[in-house]
């Protein structure tokens, strides 16, 4: 069984209510991330769900100069340039969807959970954690990302995590686990246009990483705190959406791990 999660912080606030935790729920291309997020949203008052940012990577917005009062306008869609053309997109694709996931990181906790008297925690889809090791790693892996740049990548996330330190650690994630193959599976059924192209030896090579870092825990880590944080791994396989039981027995699951 899971241990529950990891107490970093420095305990209860003067008020007396606990401190408001962070969780990351980490699993592959269409798992069920999103759909899983929206039953915890619905199951407490006491967990709040930050989405990821997806559709800010689907239309980047122009930066007019300062004063020029033109509009902004969408200028790419970051995600479909970053799977036609890997080798050249994803380095700028991970930087920025590590910035925009370090914004939503770095948001301070809605009131309703700074006077909660409960147990509140945010909930994360995904992390900078598995912007690093899951998928910069494997675009490097696979020759996408190149070593130099690779090195710089390496360098700002160890510099930005560092800096903002505990504003950015997690205490607990969330792991839904299921086969690659289920994941294409669901990742056709819900088409998104930029997808098309995903094949599954690519979801097993994600799949592969996903293990490294949350079940044998070996990767080379470069954050000692993060070896340590403990890991909730619920299998995903299963149709949980639709099925009563094991959204309850799920419910449980966390609860148990937040508690
Ligand atoms: P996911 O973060 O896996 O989101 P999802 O919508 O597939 O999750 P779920 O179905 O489980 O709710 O990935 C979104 C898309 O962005 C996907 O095509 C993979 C791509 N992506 C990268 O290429 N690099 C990244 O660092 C991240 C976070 C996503």
Redesign the pocket.
Known sequence: PARGLQSTGPGPRPDGRARVRRVSIE???????????KLLQSASSDWEVVQ?P?SK?QSIESRPSEGSGAPQQTVGNL?QM??EDPQRW?YT??TY??MS?MKTQLQPPPPHLLSSKGTPVQVF??SVY??RY???LN?FELDCINPAEWAVYQDWHTFLVEQFGPQLELEGIIY?KASPQK?ME??GR?G?P??GG?ELDYLQKLHMQHERWLTERSTQLHFEKLKHVPVLELDASVEFLSDQTVRDEFIVKVKDFFS
């Open positions: 699993g592959n291309i269409a798992v069920g991330k999103s759909t899983f997020a990821e997806v990577w995600l970053m799977y994803s694709f991970q969807s590590c996931r889809e995904r598995s912007d899951i998928f910069a675009s839904l994941c669901r990742l819900r998104r930029e997808e995903v």
